[in-house]
Each structure stands twice: as C-alpha cells, then as structure tokens.
C-alpha cells in the first residue's frame, strides 16, 4: 500500500516488473524522454497534473508542483482495471474499462472492454507489488495493443458502479473473503459494452 500512495516508490518498486511502464525521474527529466506528465509524488485527484511538451513547460511545471516526479507521456486510449485478489495472491475478479472521460481524476464516463493482455498484465502487475485485496489499476493501450501501467490505487475505485453494474460485485465476494467465506468466481464475472455516464443534476 506505501508504494502504491508514493508514486516514486511506486516507479522504484515496479522498475524490474514484467510489465511495461512509463520511464519516470524524481525532480527533473534525467533520462526521460518526452513529452512528459509531471505530478506530484504524494497526490491525488489529478490535481497538480500537468501534461508539457518543450523545455520551458517543462521547467515552469517543475517548479509549480510540490515534489515533482516526471514520466513519459503515453498514447493511446487510458484504460482502468477494477480488481480483486485474495489472500493468496492469486487475481479473482478484474473489470477494464475505458476511461473516455474523468473530471478531477473521477471516471464520469466509460466502458467495459475485454483484453486479456491487460488482464495478465493487471494480474503480473499486483503480483510484483504483492497487493491483496481491492484495487484499481491505470494505464494506456499502445498502438500494438501492449498495456502499460501508471499507477494502483489500492482500495475501491470512484468508478467502481460501473463494474457492479456490469455484474462483477467486487464488493460483495470482497466481503465474503473478509469474513473467511469462499470467493465465489461466478459473481465476479462481467459483461463487455456498459457505458456509464454520470453527471451532476443539481
């Protein structure tokens, strides 16, 4: 969980992992091509995220966040991976969706998609950090259908109804484990194509 909450340790734990992952520096750009995402070490929300592409932005970006770490930025579509894995390690239950809109670091709109490279790739990612429980796991879809990971979030995530909704109830064998039961891999399955849209109705 401390690696997960520090995304520096996080780039330091995962840097030999069997997944691929942006190249990222603390405090600067040495050794990181760009364009680059420059963030906060300890944050959240997406605040103090800023996406730049020359020297300059580059400079003003690192002197404007608090504890800067800076990493490639990644193309392709950005993908999220609701997941649960039990006490043994091994990966229960996983939902990706497609992140096609989020506001504040929140996914307001998504969809749930099937790929198993993101699948192994989710289920490699949380064995290296050796993460039990519920988690949410980031990252883009290259071109060549190759995942590459940003970040865990290790707890539930905001656009978790999408996933129930989508029949996995991630909260539900959650639970069950919890209090010693047997998780149960036919709740935890889920269809492909479910969209979510959320919105303010004030």
């Not at 979030?153 to 484990?177: H, K, M």
Request: aromatic share 8%; with cysteine.
């Amino acid at each position: 969980v401390a690696a997960c909450t520090d995304k520096w340790e996080f780039a330091c734990r995962t840097a030999d992992a069997p997944v691929a992952l942006p190249a990222t520096a603390l405090g600067g750009a040495v050794g990181v091509p760009g364009p680059w995402i420059v963030k906060p070490r300890h944050g959240r929300g997406s605040r103090d995220v800023w996406a730049v592409d020359d020297d300059e932005e580059l400079a003003w970006a690192v002197r404007r966040v608090p504890e800067p770490i800076v990493q490639t930025r990644l193309t392709g579509p950005e993908f999220s991976v609701d997941t649960l894995t039990d006490r043994d390690g091994v990966l229960r239950g996983a939902v990706p969706r497609w992140r096609t809109e989020t506001k504040a670091g929140i996914s307001t709109k998504g969809t749930t998609f099937r790929r198993e490279s993101v699948i192994a790739g989710t289920a490699a990612l949380l064995g290296h950090l050796g993460l039990t429980g519920p988690a949410n796991v980031q990252g883009f879809l290259a071109d060549d259908g190759t995942p590459s990971f940003i970040e865990v979030n290790p707890r539930f995530s905001g656009g978790l109804a999408l996933a129930q909704a989508a029949g996995a109830d991630l909260v539900g064998e959650y639970l069950r484990a919890v209090v010693g039961d047997e998780i149960r891999p036919s709740r935890l399955t889920y269809r492909e194509g479910v969209t979510m849209f959320r919105h303010f109705e004030e």
